[in-house]
């Protein structure tokens, strides 16, 4: 039985659209050039599988197909923090800011910063 795809970035795809992102519009020359640790083939499949996916776009100039994102980052960021919310903390944000602040992923200033986004949302 074949594997579901999954909507969620892997960290070879999340490569890939951090330089399209930084980039804009790019070739798979252009993506390949600034990873040159991959293969162009490698970088050609990748991209194909991001556009399945949703995230880019293609069009075609002269001989090369140029891929834009449709997805911006704050977007993908989005969908994953939901992803990791629904698959490890039941849907409840509490849970996971809980777990960072046990965790001590967290900095003092950080914990300042979230007080004073709560606070802000009580107020409006």
Request: proline share 2%; glycine share 4%.
């Amino acid at each position: 039985m074949a594997r579901k795809k999954s909507v969620n970035l892997t960290d070879a795809e999340l490569r890939l659209m951090e330089v399209i992102w930084q980039r804009g519009a790019s070739t798979v020359a252009d993506v390949a050039d600034t990873l040159p640790q991959l293969a162009y083939s490698t970088v050609l499949t990748t991209l194909r599988i991001l556009e399945e996916k949703g995230y880019l776009t293609h069009t075609k100039e002269g001989r090369a197909f140029v891929y834009a994102p449709v997805v911006d980052r704050a977007e993908a960021s989005r969908s994953a923090v939901r992803h990791l919310l629904g698959r490890f903390f039941g849907n409840r944000p509490d849970l996971l800011v809980l777990n960072m602040i046990e965790d001590e992923a967290i900095t003092h200033d950080e914990l300042e910063r979230l007080k004073q986004l709560i606070r802000e949302e009580k107020e409006s």
